[in-house]
């Protein structure tokens, strides 16, 4: 059973399109993350959710929006899509978001190509 | 901002012997997280250390932490191939957020 499945793994798109990454979770976590890992392998927080309330929002353009539906799902949506998108997407989920129970388990990751 | 910094970037070793990467970090943690990331794969969590702690072991893994200095290190010993990988360390602060360092490209050469 797969604890953190995101799909598609692969992406490929044109610039402007609007995409959706989807995120689920089986492990029964609260909090769920969107990290997104460039070229360098420099991996970068996007956006936290624990039980379905948002708690962090980094500073990344406002076309990406996550949307959590319930606390075992994480979707990312991204509008009007630039090459500076191109990038890893990594979905995590950890049991709290503090303390040691903030480690976190990851999903295989979305590659998303911006051509 | 980036919270972590490992050391070396990259690191080659021969097959059997043992690895050492750092991590340094800028400001008081709760505790520091150690992943691993294959090539092309999501992280996994290695070993958590809490900010009291000063060394945790985990079959051939041993991070220590010196919060004096913000280091941290991970040693691998007798290493294996099935060992290449990216590590990366991660520090939470008792906010919200895990912060990962630049990651270290660990190679074991057969």
């Known amino acids: 059973d797969t604890a953190v499945s995101q799909t598609p793994k692969y992406l490929v798109t044109q610039m402007g399109n609007d995409k959706s990454i989807k995120c689920e979770q089986n492990l029964g976590h609260d909090t769920m993350y969107w990290y997104k890992q460039d070229s360098k392998k420099f991996l970068k927080i996007m956006f936290s959710?624990?039980?379905?309330?948002?708690?962090i929002n980094e500073t990344v353009p406002n076309r990406f929006s996550p949307k959590s539906p319930d606390k075992a799902h994480l979707n990312l949506h991204i509008n009007s899509l630039e090459l500076g998108d191109s990038a890893v997407y990594f979905c995590?989920?950890?049991?709290?978001?503090?303390?040691?129970?903030?480690?976190?388990?990851f999903g295989q990751g979305t590659r998303l190509t911006v051509v | 901002s980036q919270q972590g910094e490992e050391d070396p970037q990259a690191l080659s070793i021969q097959e059997g012997e043992n690895a050492t990467m750092n991590c340094s970090y800028k400001t008081s943690i709760n505790n520091l997280q150690w992943y691993r990331q294959n090539s092309g794969r999501g992280l996994v969590h290695l070993i958590l250390?809490?900010?009291?702690?000063r060394e945790k072991h985990s079959g051939r893994l041993r991070v220590t932490l010196d919060t004096s200095k913000k280091s941290s290190s991970l040693l691998i010993t007798a290493s294996r191939a099935a060992d290449t990988a990216s590590y990366f360390c991660?520090?939470?602060?008792?906010?919200?957020?895990?912060?990962f360092g630049t990651g270290t490209r660990l190679t074991i050469i057969p």
């Open positions: 250390i809490r900010s009291n702690e």
């Open positions: 995590a989920s950890s049991q709290a978001y503090r303390g040691p129970e903030s480690l976190a388990f």
């Open positions: 991660a520090t939470h602060r008792g906010d919200e957020k895990l912060t």
């Open positions: 959710y624990n039980n379905k309330e948002l708690i």
